[in-house]
């Protein structure tokens, strides 16, 4: 019993191996299944994606490196610090002329007391 079963599976080998489509079907299958029984589409889809996101990442990173430069550049300019020490601090020049008007109602409030 056991000789026919080999028998057998020895016909349907050979028959399975005189068609070459067959052949290159079974193989093709076979490459498959052991790519993604390793897993290694797997592996190979996450590297991909993980290279696309850090790309990203590197070029957000340059575009800020870029604007802090741009910063940097207009930091070490005096007449820059001057104007934000101006406009940020209220500060003012060795040269510049202060205006200070006081509010009306608060001179009429202490007239009247």
């Given at each position: 019993?056991?000789?026919s079963?080999?028998?057998?599976?020895?016909c349907?080998?050979q028959?399975?191996?005189?068609?070459?489509?067959r052949?290159?079907?079974?193989c093709?299958l076979m490459?498959?299944?052991?790519?993604?029984?390793?897993?290694?589409?797997w592996q190979?889809?996450?590297?991909k994606?993980?290279?696309?996101?850090?790309?990203?990442?590197?070029?957000?990173?340059?575009k800020?490196?870029?604007?802090l430069n741009?910063?940097i550049?207009?930091?070490?300019?005096?007449?820059y610090?001057?104007?934000?020490?101006r406009d940020r601090?209220?500060l003012?020049?060795k040269?510049?002329?202060?205006?200070?008007?006081?509010?009306?109602?608060?001179s009429n409030?202490?007239s009247?007391?």
């Open positions: 019993m056991k000789f079963n080999v028998h057998w599976l020895f349907e080998v028959k399975l191996l005189t068609r070459p489509t052949v290159l079907v079974l093709l490459v498959f299944v052991s790519l993604v029984w390793e897993g290694s589409f190979l889809w996450n590297l994606r993980e290279s696309a996101r850090l790309q990203n990442k590197m070029s957000e990173v340059a800020l490196s870029q604007q741009m910063k550049e207009k930091a070490s300019d005096l007449t610090i001057d104007q934000q020490a601090f209220d003012v020049g040269d510049d002329l202060i205006f200070i008007f006081s509010d009306q109602r608060d409030d202490a009247q007391h």
